[in-house]
């Protein structure tokens, strides 16, 4: 069901094909990913009771890489893997170690997100980062001077890890006043999910929550935005607005690879662990696809971009020009309506 979901979302007509050849070879438990969302729990359960025995400046680092490990297998699961089972793995990613992000909104977000013709739009792609002209127009001077700032590299991770969770808890408790797509049930289910993690950090690890949240979330969130930072840029054909960052050895697998996000967009049911080889056949034409947006590494990012803009914040058409094809259905959710 996902699959043909997903398929659906690209207007290249050889991506279907290849989409339902991979549907077809996916086996019904996914080991390698299961090994690594046990490794990333118990890494974190094993972590943070550390606290207290080992200094702060081993647990922090590594109880990181753990967060942004998890945020990738979360990411991983939306698209459905590990298993054939969506309740198992829903079940697999509900557990909110970051605290500040409902797994169910998430996955709303995202699968609306993955509508690839409305990509970088300012209201219907809720992880873009442009904005109209109406809302620039309505912005206090001191928010725009820091989106200007985010729209560097050293901004984004800077700035963006508190702006980020700042600006999403803002829209959804908005939300929640409206109760718009069972929000009020979402947020009543994350907080008691939460309840065993915070129990966990306070009564057993003895760590301040103040200190998990400044020292560990944060500077995850950090660096997931280097990842997002990059993936998108608006372009009228939808197909060029995907990036691809090769050679990412050192980030590319906490990423679970989808620093190759083009070859994501086009085809989500890949599992994690066979991006490379599936890139290296395909990449010609996954770079003709794409218009050529491909940097070299994580560092080409920060070259071009750690102190310069990596583009305009107002969108160059103000919006997206809507499909007038049925294909794509209504969307998840508007940030309009919030």
């Avoid at 809302?135 to 700035?159: C, F, K, N």
């Avoid at 947020?187 to 309840?195: S, T």
């Avoid at 995850?220 to 960052?245: C, D, K, M, Q």
């Amino acid at each position: 069901m996902l699959d043909s979901a997903m398929s659906a979302t690209t207007t290249d007509p050889a991506v279907p094909r290849v989409t339902a050849r991979i549907h077809h070879k996916r086996t019904s438990v996914e080991v390698p990913t299961l090994l690594l969302i046990a490794t990333a729990y118990g890494g974190w359960l094993l972590t943070t009771a550390a606290y207290g025995r080992w200094p702060l400046w081993i647990v922090a680092p590594i109880v990181v890489v753990l967060l942004t490990l998890h945020s990738s297998l979360q990411h991983e699961i939306i698209h459905g893997h590990p298993t054939r089972w969506g309740w198992i793995n829903r079940l697999l990613g509900m557990v909110p170690l970051s605290l500040w992000l409902p797994f169910e909104r998430y996955r709303q977000n995202h699968l609306e997100h993955h509508i690839d013709e409305r990509l970088t739009d300012p209201l219907d792609d809720s992880e873009s980062y442009y904005r109209t002209p109406e809302e620039w127009a309505r912005l206090q001077p001191l928010s725009r001077a820091l989106l200007h700032v985010q729209q560097t590299l050293a901004g984004r991770i800077v700035i963006g890890s508190f702006w980020r969770i700042a600006v999403f808890l803002r829209i959804e408790l908005r939300a929640v006043i409206r109760n718009e797509k069972r929000v009020r049930a979402i947020w009543i289910e994350h907080l008691l999910w939460c309840v065993p993690a915070i129990l966990w950090l306070t009564l057993v690890c003895r760590m301040p929550l103040w200190i998990y949240i400044v020292a560990m979330i944060i500077p995850a969130n950090g660096v997931v935005l280097i990842r997002s930072f990059a993936e998108h840029r608006a372009r009228p054909e939808s197909r060029h607005r995907t990036a691809l960052v090769e050679r990412a050895w050192l980030l590319g697998p906490l990423f679970l690879f989808n620093n190759l996000h083009a070859l994501h967009h086009e085809s989500p049911a890949i599992p994690w662990y066979q991006y490379n080889a599936r890139y290296r056949v395909e990449r010609d034409r996954l770079i003709a696809k794409n218009g050529g947006l491909v940097y070299a590494t994580y560092f080409d990012v920060a070259r071009r971009f750690l102190f310069r803009p990596h583009d305009v914040i107002e969108h160059p058409t103000g919006r997206v020009p809507r499909p007038t094809s049925r294909l794509y259905g209504p969307l998840v959710m508007s940030r309009a309506d919030v």
